[in-house]
Protein backbone atom coordinates (compact mmCIF):
# COMPACT_ATOMS: atom_id res chain seq x y z
CA UNK A 1 0.00 0.00 0.00
CA UNK A 2 1.49 3.20 -1.09
CA UNK A 3 1.83 5.94 2.00
CA UNK A 4 1.04 9.18 0.91
CA UNK A 5 3.19 12.31 2.59
CA UNK A 6 1.39 15.63 1.78
CA UNK A 7 4.53 17.53 2.24
CA UNK A 8 5.26 15.83 -0.86
CA UNK A 9 2.62 15.98 -2.64
CA UNK A 10 1.09 19.81 -2.17
CA UNK A 11 3.55 22.34 -3.38
CA UNK A 12 2.21 24.74 -0.97
CA UNK A 13 4.13 22.87 1.73
CA UNK A 14 7.39 23.56 0.35
CA UNK A 15 9.26 26.78 1.61
CA UNK A 16 12.89 28.04 1.35
CA UNK A 17 14.79 30.24 3.93
CA UNK A 18 15.55 33.84 2.50
CA UNK A 19 12.97 33.17 -0.13
CA UNK A 20 9.44 34.95 -0.14
CA UNK A 21 6.93 32.86 -2.61
CA UNK A 22 3.40 33.61 -3.70
CA UNK A 23 1.70 30.23 -3.84
CA UNK A 24 -2.35 29.46 -4.45
CA UNK A 25 -3.18 27.37 -1.56
CA UNK A 26 -5.80 24.62 -2.44
CA UNK A 27 -8.75 24.03 -0.21
CA UNK A 28 -7.80 21.96 2.52
CA UNK A 29 -9.75 19.93 5.25
CA UNK A 30 -8.14 19.95 9.08
CA UNK A 31 -8.99 18.78 12.39
CA UNK A 32 -9.50 22.16 14.20
CA UNK A 33 -9.35 23.73 17.86
CA UNK A 34 -9.33 27.47 19.26
CA UNK A 35 -7.99 29.19 21.85
CA UNK A 36 -6.22 32.34 23.37
CA UNK A 37 -3.22 33.22 25.27
CA UNK A 38 0.28 32.74 25.21
CA UNK A 39 1.16 28.95 23.80
CA UNK A 40 4.21 28.87 25.92
CA UNK A 41 2.44 28.87 29.21
CA UNK A 42 -1.16 28.37 28.60
CA UNK A 43 -2.35 24.87 29.53
CA UNK A 44 -5.75 25.28 27.08
CA UNK A 45 -2.62 25.30 24.27
CA UNK A 46 -1.05 21.79 25.48
CA UNK A 47 -4.25 20.37 25.58
CA UNK A 48 -5.04 21.27 22.58
CA UNK A 49 -2.12 20.18 20.82
CA UNK A 50 -2.67 16.96 23.32
CA UNK A 51 -6.10 16.49 21.82
CA UNK A 52 -5.12 16.62 18.13
CA UNK A 53 -3.02 13.63 17.90
CA UNK A 54 -4.81 10.83 18.70
CA UNK A 55 -7.68 12.04 17.11
CA UNK A 56 -5.28 12.12 13.68
CA UNK A 57 -4.13 9.11 13.93
CA UNK A 58 -7.90 7.56 14.65
CA UNK A 59 -8.57 8.66 11.47
CA UNK A 60 -5.14 7.98 9.45
CA UNK A 61 -5.71 3.68 10.83
CA UNK A 62 -8.90 3.81 9.78
CA UNK A 63 -8.34 4.95 6.60
CA UNK A 64 -5.84 2.50 6.20
CA UNK A 65 -8.18 -0.17 7.31
CA UNK A 66 -11.29 0.65 5.98
CA UNK A 67 -10.37 2.49 2.55
CA UNK A 68 -6.81 0.98 1.86
CA UNK A 69 -5.63 4.42 1.74
CA UNK A 70 -2.15 5.15 4.13
CA UNK A 71 -0.93 8.81 5.01
CA UNK A 72 1.37 10.31 6.42
CA UNK A 73 0.08 12.42 9.18
CA UNK A 74 0.74 15.74 8.48
CA UNK A 75 2.88 18.52 10.53
CA UNK A 76 1.20 20.55 13.17
CA UNK A 77 -0.28 23.99 11.74
CA UNK A 78 -1.57 27.02 13.57
CA UNK A 79 -3.52 29.96 12.44
CA UNK A 80 -2.84 33.30 14.66
CA UNK A 81 -4.69 36.41 14.90
CA UNK A 82 -5.48 39.43 17.18
CA UNK A 83 -7.53 42.42 17.18
CA UNK A 84 -4.27 44.27 17.04
CA UNK A 85 -1.84 42.24 14.13
CA UNK A 86 1.11 44.74 15.65
CA UNK A 87 1.66 42.40 18.08
CA UNK A 88 3.20 40.18 15.95
CA UNK A 89 6.11 42.56 14.65
CA UNK A 90 6.83 44.73 17.45
CA UNK A 91 5.57 43.73 21.27
CA UNK A 92 4.99 40.04 20.51
CA UNK A 93 3.04 40.02 23.23
CA UNK A 94 1.51 36.57 22.76
CA UNK A 95 -1.34 37.13 25.63
CA UNK A 96 -3.12 38.74 23.17
CA UNK A 97 -3.03 36.15 20.63
CA UNK A 98 -5.74 33.82 19.31
CA UNK A 99 -5.02 30.56 17.78
CA UNK A 100 -6.74 27.16 15.64
CA UNK A 101 -4.64 24.53 15.99
CA UNK A 102 -4.50 22.30 12.86
CA UNK A 103 -3.63 18.73 11.95
CA UNK A 104 -4.67 18.27 7.99
CA UNK A 105 -6.81 15.10 6.83
CA UNK A 106 -7.22 13.81 3.64
CA UNK A 107 -10.28 14.83 1.41
CA UNK A 108 -11.39 11.29 1.18
CA UNK A 109 -12.36 11.12 5.18
CA UNK A 110 -15.82 12.56 5.96
CA UNK A 111 -17.40 13.27 8.29
CA UNK A 112 -18.84 10.05 9.39
CA UNK A 113 -15.42 8.67 9.69
CA UNK A 114 -14.79 11.93 12.06
CA UNK A 115 -17.35 10.96 14.52
CA UNK A 116 -16.71 7.26 14.21
CA UNK A 117 -13.03 8.40 15.22
CA UNK A 118 -13.78 10.55 18.09
CA UNK A 119 -16.35 7.73 19.14
CA UNK A 120 -13.79 5.34 19.34
CA UNK A 121 -11.04 7.83 21.13
CA UNK A 122 -13.37 8.80 23.48
CA UNK A 123 -14.24 5.24 24.62
CA UNK A 124 -11.00 4.98 26.57
CA UNK A 125 -8.98 7.51 28.19
CA UNK A 126 -10.35 10.55 25.99
CA UNK A 127 -7.85 13.82 25.71
CA UNK A 128 -8.82 16.38 27.77
CA UNK A 129 -10.12 18.37 24.72
CA UNK A 130 -11.73 15.92 22.39
CA UNK A 131 -15.01 17.46 22.42
CA UNK A 132 -13.90 20.90 21.27
CA UNK A 133 -12.11 19.58 17.78
CA UNK A 134 -14.07 19.90 14.88
CA UNK A 135 -13.73 18.82 11.09
CA UNK A 136 -13.09 22.05 8.49
CA UNK A 137 -12.17 22.96 5.57
CA UNK A 138 -9.87 25.43 4.76
CA UNK A 139 -9.58 28.05 1.76
CA UNK A 140 -6.57 30.29 1.67
CA UNK A 141 -6.28 30.81 -1.94
CA UNK A 142 -3.28 33.35 -2.81
CA UNK A 143 -0.50 33.52 0.13
CA UNK A 144 3.04 34.60 0.65
CA UNK A 145 4.97 32.56 2.44
CA UNK A 146 9.08 32.27 3.57
CA UNK A 147 10.45 29.17 5.73
CA UNK A 148 12.07 30.64 9.17
CA UNK A 149 14.92 28.95 10.98
CA UNK A 150 15.25 28.83 14.33
CA UNK A 151 13.15 29.84 17.26
CA UNK A 152 9.47 30.87 17.37
CA UNK A 153 10.14 34.29 19.35
CA UNK A 154 12.79 35.31 16.69
CA UNK A 155 9.90 35.36 14.32
CA UNK A 156 9.12 38.94 14.09
CA UNK A 157 11.98 40.67 12.20
CA UNK A 158 10.76 37.95 8.93
CA UNK A 159 7.11 38.89 9.70
CA UNK A 160 8.04 42.73 9.83
CA UNK A 161 9.51 42.15 5.73
CA UNK A 162 6.87 40.07 4.79
CA UNK A 163 4.07 42.23 6.58
CA UNK A 164 6.04 45.85 5.35
CA UNK A 165 8.04 45.32 2.20
CA UNK A 166 7.51 41.71 0.36
CA UNK A 167 3.69 42.19 0.28
CA UNK A 168 3.05 46.07 -0.31
CA UNK A 169 6.00 45.87 -2.96
CA UNK A 170 3.68 43.21 -5.07
CA UNK A 171 0.70 45.44 -4.51
CA UNK A 172 -0.69 42.82 -2.12
CA UNK A 173 -2.60 43.37 1.01
CA UNK A 174 -2.87 41.66 3.89
CA UNK A 175 -6.09 38.86 4.35
CA UNK A 176 -7.04 36.62 6.85
CA UNK A 177 -4.93 34.94 9.53
CA UNK A 178 -1.23 34.44 9.90
CA UNK A 179 -0.57 30.72 9.33
CA UNK A 180 2.24 28.36 10.35
CA UNK A 181 3.13 25.24 9.62
CA UNK A 182 5.64 23.25 12.32
CA UNK A 183 8.17 20.97 10.50
CA UNK A 184 10.09 20.01 13.03
CA UNK A 185 9.34 18.92 17.12
CA UNK A 186 10.48 21.78 19.53
CA UNK A 187 10.80 18.63 22.21
CA UNK A 188 13.74 17.05 20.18
CA UNK A 189 14.87 20.02 18.01
CA UNK A 190 17.06 23.07 19.54
CA UNK A 191 15.53 26.05 19.12
CA UNK A 192 17.89 27.46 16.26
CA UNK A 193 17.20 24.78 14.42
CA UNK A 194 13.54 24.21 14.28
CA UNK A 195 11.63 24.71 10.87
CA UNK A 196 8.66 26.65 10.53
CA UNK A 197 6.84 28.12 6.79
CA UNK A 198 5.20 31.47 8.09
CA UNK A 199 2.71 32.01 5.60
CA UNK A 200 0.03 35.10 5.00
CA UNK A 201 -3.09 34.97 2.71
CA UNK A 202 -3.33 38.53 0.61
CA UNK A 203 -5.29 40.17 -1.75
CA UNK A 204 -5.16 42.44 -4.71
CA UNK A 205 -7.68 44.79 -2.97
CA UNK A 206 -7.41 46.17 0.47
CA UNK A 207 -10.30 45.50 2.67
CA UNK A 208 -11.91 47.81 5.29
Avoid at 22 to 42: A, K, R, T
Wanted: glycine share 6%; hydrophobic share 40%; charged share 25%.
Amino acid sequence: MEKVDFKRTIDSYRARVGQFRIVDVPELQYLMIDGHGDPNVSPAYTEAVESLYPLAYAMKFASKRELDRDYVVPPLEGLWWADDMTVFTTARDKSHWDWTMMLMVPGWLDHAMFAAAVEKVGAANPPPRLGAIRLESLTEGRCVQTLHLGSYDDEADVLATLHHDVIPRHGLHLLGKHHEIYLGDPRRVAPERLRTILRQPVSSTERD
